[in-house]
């Protein structure tokens, strides 16, 4: 008897371990992010991000991942800027009562000829602009991490992180400043009511990029 309610014991765990093993195996393998990638998301003093490359020559598969990196770090970037004019532009409102409307020819406006635009609007496109000098500063930037590996067709896989330093936010403050890109007249009076000086701009930023990385890490 004793025997007999062992083996059925037994069976049993075997059954519950082959029911353990379908069910892991059913939810596929797990991916781990390459060394690069973990390396774009623990970016606590500067913004960074990674890119990958595959092609037959590492050359290329390099300058593809690189480019690839500088897109969505000049992306992230504007991004993060945008979101600082935004919330600036919606405190003033709140406060002030300001239109919602940008009269054409009002600073930081482009494009206007068609008449008033969104401040919506005109964060969107300005976005877009802000996105491509912070690309183009970022061109001579060397990635913090590549890894390059070889896969069983022949071709090569380059990773890459790049990390916007300090000097290269300044310059992008600086070139944006320029433009008018981070300047806001709310009112349409010739006014700019959201300005930034350098310091509040890099700690607007620094911000910014803290609760960016909250989000994509999950915290």
Do not use: W
């Not at 092609?55 to 897109?71: D, G, I, P």
């Not at 403050?173 to 959201?194: C, S």
């Amino acid at each position: 008897m004793k025997k007999q309610v062992f083996l059925a014991a037994s069976i049993a765990a075997l059954l519950a371990a082959d029911l353990c093993v379908a069910q892991t195996g059913s939810r596929g393998v797990k991916r781990e992010k390459e060394e690069c990638e973990e390396l774009a998301l623990q970016a606590e003093v500067n913004p960074r991000a990674s890119g990958s490359g595959i092609s037959t020559s590492e050359a290329v598969a390099f300058n593809v991942a690189k480019l690839q990196a500088r897109s969505e770090l000049a992306a992230q970037v504007a991004a993060e800027v945008t979101g600082i004019l935004r919330h600036r532009v919606e405190q003033h409102q709140m406060t002030a009562g300001a239109s919602t409307y940008l009269q054409s020819g009002s600073s930081g406006v482009s494009g206007g000829e068609s008449g008033p635009r969104t401040i919506s609007g005109m964060l969107e496109s300005d976005s877009m602009e802000i996105a491509q000098r912070v690309s183009q500063i970022l061109a001579n930037t060397y990635p913090i991490c590549k890894n390059t590996y070889d896969l069983p067709n022949g071709s090569v896989q380059v990773y890459v992180c790049l990390e916007m330093a300090l000097s290269a936010q300044r310059q992008a403050y600086k070139e944006l400043k320029e433009e008018g890109l981070i300047d806001v007249d709310v009112n349409g009076d010739g006014k700019n009511e959201v300005d930034f000086d350098e310091r509040t701009f890099l700690l607007e930023l620094a911000k910014a990029r803290e609760e960016y990385n909250s989000k994509i890490n999950g915290e």
